[in-house]
């Protein structure tokens, strides 16, 4: 199974900090792909940066027409997510989208959709399930995290890379890094 | 049981959009107050106007010395929890820390630090926990998205505020909004 984040509506300079945090929670809480619509070198270059020195193949990527790309990832075994704060509380729907992404021979691919701003009313539509984590105002990065966290169901924590270069022995008193 | 979180090293300018998103997350989430040990109209003034019109208390605070907080909270019956991407994996400790919080005969406070940079050295000794979710770098929004989402078990995704002036009318389909 591969999970995606597809970022729309990403304003160059007012969201860097914002995106490259949606970016790192996807790479950290286990997706393997996160898709801009514009290029931003700010972002992209913080993602390559972590990827580098942390290890794994997370890739940022830009496309095209997000649409087009939405259609094809449906037609090749995939189910879109579109998380938005006005969806069906994920709290009702998680099971849900778990049986439906193992039904079949192969489980199915994931591309999850998480806009900045407002978000064009055809990413309601293209998607699947249209999700919200509670249906008050927060954060991207929160949704993100939390329905990431929820699909792997914890596991993505434990993620460990062979090519790392830097890894945290976990500690419940202090700092310990491990240097390769 | 009463949730507070605090924020250790917000940089003014710099950090606003990222601690306002850890603000609204903490709010939305379940938690009830959020402390920063210096003032931040921009976060204050994002915090309060969510307040004003989606309803309930949750109030942001300047604390004088955090340390000396941090002593009082444990001392009144509280918890104290660093996040840290160095400390123990969330999936082992999370168990512990709700039964912990049952022990007695009142259900114990939780006092939540999430820091920007780099936290003091005081922060880890100071805590009860130092707590991590997964050990890669990712995002301060992100972990405490996912540790209060673990601590209420999903339920805060559910909370409604009678004073609310708009509320969302969960939908797989559209966005629905009441405005009162």
Do not use: C
Not at 9 to 19: F, N, P, Q
Not at 55 to 78: E, L
Not at 93 to 119: F, P, W, Y
């Amino acid at each position: 199974m591969v999970v995606e984040v597809l970022r729309l509506g990403h304003r160059w300079g007012r969201d860097k900090r914002i995106s490259t945090h949606v970016a790192l929670t996807s790479r950290a809480l286990g997706a393997d792909k996160i898709l801009f619509v514009s290029n931003d070198d700010h972002v992209k270059d913080s993602v390559n940066r972590i990827v580098e020195q942390w290890g794994g193949d997370f890739k940022f990527d830009v496309v095209d027409s997000w649409k087009q790309y939405i259609w094809s990832f449906k037609k090749n075994n995939g189910i879109v997510i579109h998380l938005t704060m006005y969806g069906e509380n994920i709290n009702e729907i998680m099971k849900k989208i778990i049986e439906k992404r193992q039904e079949g021979k192969d489980s199915k691919n994931i591309l999850i959709i998480i806009g900045a701003e407002k978000v064009p009313k055809e990413a309601y539509e293209l998607a699947d399930y249209n999700v919200s984590v509670g249906n008050q105002p927060h954060s991207e990065v929160a949704a993100i995290a939390i329905l990431l966290d929820r699909l792997f169901e914890g596991s993505s924590l434990y993620k460990e890379y062979p090519d790392a270069k830097i890894k945290v022995n976990p500690s419940d008193r202090y700092k310990s890094v491990e240097i390769r």
